[in-house]
């Protein structure tokens, strides 16, 4: 049967043991918040990206209604001309 002494230095090893693993634990937990630190950059980075080509894409629609907006308007003019045209035809 072991000594008190020697169950004293069990302890004593296996709590350095411990002490090594929370170091590591520790080191460990330290890298993580700072790789995802950098991610959350990262990924604000990414949507300050996004955002940009939605106000591009947001001013090009805008560009096209506005285009189609005057398409329309020609268009019309040009069938109420045309329809006047064959009206004025066809009650002369």
Known sequence: MPTLEDRVSLIEERLKDQSALIADIRSALTDIRSDIRHLGERMDRRF??????????????EQVEHRFGW???????????VMGGLLGVAYQ
């Open 48 to 61: 300050e990206q996004v955002d940009r080509r939605f106000e591009r894409m947001d001013r090009r629609i």
């Open 71 to 81: 398409l329309v308007g020609i268009v019309l003019t040009g069938f109420v001309a």
